[in-house]
């Protein structure tokens, strides 16, 4: 049995860190938090991710990029393996990704105020604005560019954007 140093591991993860997002090219995989583990056995490489929704359709994308970011460095036997449980949620994204979404124009999922939408009766999250940071904003569409995504405007500088759901 080969052992593999912790800095063969680290390296990995550094290489990583500059695989994008397809849907959002600010985040990095490890930004979103989708990464679970790196494994090695002696050449055998191992990253194992987790996909943000179900039948995410940039999973593939990753996937390959992943691959291609590791074959440029001189890995050859890699398996990417993507695992559904536990399910991905947004607690998993780096604080530094979601500093990056609001950048973007895409409002990060973060623990929000709660208000009263008065036509529905019932409380809604209050999501804070990345243009102008108010939190006087609606839902237009609960889907936004992408399924993990929703649509929403802002009702003091008129700015729709889009916001990255809680999940």
Same mark, same amino acid.
């Given at each position: !049995?080969?052992?593999?140093?912790?800095?063969e591991? @680290? =390296?990995i993860?550094? !290489?990583l #860190?500059?695989v994008c997002d397809p #849907?959002v090219?600010v985040?990095s995989i490890?930004d979103?938090?989708i990464v679970?583990?790196?494994?090695?056995?002696?050449?055998d490489?191992? +990253?194992?991710?987790?996909?943000?929704?179900?039948g995410c $359709?940039? !999973?593939? !994308?990753?996937?390959?990029n992943? =691959?291609?970011?590791?074959?440029?460095a001189?890995?050859?036997?890699?398996?990417i393996?993507?695992v559904?449980? $536990?399910a991905?949620?947004?607690?998993?994204m780096?604080?530094?990704?979601?500093?990056k979404? =609001?950048?973007?124009?895409?409002?990060?999922?973060? $623990?929000?105020q709660? +208000?009263c939408?008065?036509k529905?009766?019932? #409380?809604?999250e209050a999501? @804070?604005?990345p +243009?102008c940071?108010?939190?006087?904003t609606k839902i237009i569409?609960?889907?936004?560019s992408t399924?993990c995504?929703a649509?929403?405007?802002c @009702?003091?500088c008129?700015e729709p954007?889009?916001y990255f759901?809680c999940?």
């Open positions: !049995m080969q052992l593999v140093s912790n800095n591991v @680290q =390296k993860w550094q !290489m #860190e500059t #849907e090219p985040l490890l979103l938090g679970r583990d790196v494994n090695i056995s002696g050449d490489i191992e +990253v194992v991710i987790t996909p943000t929704y179900s $359709p940039a !999973m593939d !994308m990753i996937a390959m992943i =691959k291609l970011a590791l074959l440029e001189g890995y050859k036997n890699i398996t393996t993507s559904l449980s $536990p991905w949620t947004t607690d998993w780096t604080e530094s990704g979601k500093e979404l =609001k950048a973007y124009g895409i409002a990060p999922p973060h $623990p929000t709660t +208000v939408d008065t529905l009766f019932a #409380e809604a999501i @804070q604005c +243009v940071n108010s939190y006087h569409s609960r889907f936004g399924p995504k649509l929403y405007q @009702q003091d008129k954007f889009d759901k999940h």
